[in-house]
């Protein structure tokens, strides 16, 4: 499958989960600071993976597209709400090439927006028991409310390092916490919960955890890689702002594990200050450090190791399945995290 | 980069890739270990399970209260069938005879009939889907076809069992496997406001005895 294929067929999942989303919006008041902000987020256009995901592993075990899409739906509204109030925890200013939402308004606003996004993404849970039956739909219930808890303790424990200035992180507490934070509900339950339905509740969905696992902690090292060499607008987001927000990011971690005394006590202090204290000149000496003690390579090659293990896991577990597109648009998705330029 | 070089530095990526890949499994495993146990000890929390043991009287009368609510319906069900199938029509209707009788018909409800109720009232040309599942528990491989009757109501108004769609009609369960069945109720529009009942059901000996309930309204 060509890339370009792989877009558009992630385009078209995310278009119809879109159109999904715009339907459980209520119509009716007060829409100019509740319900037209509610649909902003979405309407800015992701990459409708998460959706794109749960879709085609559902399709990949048979099941119908019509059968995925409430859950698609939760999904990718719930992960809007995230968006919303992520961006208030990490005081950021942009997000897909637009001010955030707190930065457009307030963060009050913003903050009830979020509230009302997550409510709105009960509905098609709810609805999965028409279309799925009670005993599938109670299964992808189980795997949402799993999704959310894991979410935000994986967010409890990287504002905690960040409250707390924790500089003395390894590798493996990042993997802890990308696990939780980002893998459960980026890939790990949107294959699970795909899978659950296409099989009708017949699959062992720990089957493809590790998959999910690796996808997602690649996929978001990728990501963070792009916040520090990426163009601007092509990343929608500050260039450097995830230093500035002091993220615990795989390649501050490997810095600061790996930097000269005098240099640890710098990059401490600076991630000591409030953020609006942080210069960006400041943020771009650390990038220099990065690059002078390697840690973007490190970065890539992780994530690269990572995506190959994810394809290892991913031959394993669908050579059960028939050739189908949806099959061969999730192996391209983790092609493309192989073979990534930046 | 010579043979050797080359090789080197294969193995290095080889080795490099593995210890992250194992570091990464530890973590998985630890935290999956870590969420089962967290909701172990939910479930104690919630539900007092010394507590309930403590008390078995009190847990005995709870199973047997729950199994009057379903052997009610399942009876309301079947009275509602013999209607239609005059060879039952014998069967005792009454309702307080049916409270002293469901000790009896305990084991009738409890081997094999279930009972789907929908879970709100449903409006002429609206559908409403029932759901189970078959689980083949034998070393054997299971054929069976489900039979479904009419929907009758309390006040004997009838909806065609062609308002009944069960998705697969056809079944075949190799051991250990499990089959979810769904059946669609397309009420029709012209249906009259009713509680209904049907039987879905197959030939012995692989009995299958499922009652649906599901009331029409027009509000």
């Known amino acids: ?342 | 980069m010579t043979n050797k070089e080359t090789k080197e530095k294969t193995e290095e990526i080889f080795s490099g890739a593995q210890r992250l890949i194992s570091s990464a499994v530890n973590v998985l495993e630890e935290e999956i270990a870590a969420g089962i146990l967290a909701a172990k000890k939910i479930e104690k929390k919630v539900i007092d399970v010394e507590d309930i043991r403590s008390d078995p009287s009190d847990l005995l009368n709870r199973i047997r209260r729950d199994t009057h609510e379903a052997v009610d319906l399942f009876l309301d069900a079947f009275t509602a069938i013999s209607k239609q199938v005059q060879n039952l029509a014998s069967l005792n209707t009454d309702k307080e005879t049916k409270k002293e009788e469901a000790p009896v018909s305990k084991a009738t409800a409890n081997n094999g009939a279930i009972v789907l109720e929908a879970d709100h009232p449903v409006k002429p040309g609206e559908t409403v889907s029932f759901c189970f599942s078959l689980l083949e528990d034998t070393e054997e491989v299971t054929k069976l076809e489900l039979k479904k009757t009419n929907l009758i109501g309390q006040s004997n108004h009838t909806i065609h069992s062609r308002a009944l769609k069960i998705t697969p009609r056809k079944v075949q369960l190799i051991p250990n496997e499990e089959q979810e069945i769904t059946i669609d109720l397309v009420v029709p529009k012209n249906a009259v406001p009713d509680q209904y009942n049907a039987f879905i059901t197959s030939a012995s000996p692989h009995a299958i005895k499922v009652v649906l309930h599901v009331e029409v309204t027009n509000d």
């Open chain 1, 1 to 342: 499958m060509s890339n370009s294929l792989m877009k558009s067929m992630l385009a078209e999942y995310g278009a119809a989960t879109l159109e999904g989303i715009n339907k459980y919006i209520p119509d009716k008041e007060p829409r100019k600071y509740l319900y037209d902000l509610v649909a902003d987020y979405p309407n800015r256009g992701g990459k409708g993976f998460r959706p794109g995901l749960c879709i085609a592993a559902c399709k990949a075990y048979g099941g119908k597209q019509s059968d995925a899409m409430d859950s698609a739906i939760c999904l990718e509204l719930l992960h809007n709400a995230f968006l919303v109030h992520d961006d208030i925890e990490d005081e950021s200013f942009f997000r897909r090439n637009k001010p955030t939402l707190h930065e457009a308004n307030n963060s009050a606003i913003a903050i009830n927006v979020g509230d009302a996004m997550q409510v709105l993404s009960l509905s098609p849970l709810y609805r999965n028991r028409e279309i799925l039956g009670d005993r599938v739909a109670t299964k992808v219930y189980l795997e949402v409310q799993r999704m959310i808890l894991e979410s935000v303790e994986g967010q409890a424990m990287e504002l905690g390092w960040r409250k707390d200035n924790m500089c003395d992180l390894k590798e493996a507490d990042y993997l802890r916490m990308i696990l939780k934070k980002t893998c459960w509900y980026t890939c790990m339950q949107p294959l699970r919960i795909g899978a659950i339905i296409g099989t009708r509740g017949q699959i062992d969905p720990d089957t493809f955890d590790r998959l999910g696992y690796f996808m997602g902690t690649s996929f978001q090292i990728q990501d963070d890689i792009l916040n520090l060499v990426g163009e601007e607008d092509k990343y929608g987001k500050e260039v450097c702002g995830d230093i500035i927000e002091g993220k615990r990011t795989l390649m501050l971690i490997h810095l600061l594990g790996n930097c000269k005394p005098a240099e640890f006590r710098d990059v401490r202090s600076f991630l000591a200050n409030p953020i609006k204290d942080r210069s960006i000149e400041d943020a771009r000496s650390i990038l220099e450090l990065m690059h002078q003690y390697d840690s973007i390579e490190q970065a890539k090659k992780t994530a690269q190791y990572l995506a190959g293990g994810a394809l290892k896991e991913f031959y394993s577990i669908f050579s059960k399945c028939h050739e189908t597109q949806d099959k061969a648009l999730i192996e391209n998705i983790i092609l493309y995290m192989i073979n990534r330029e930046y």
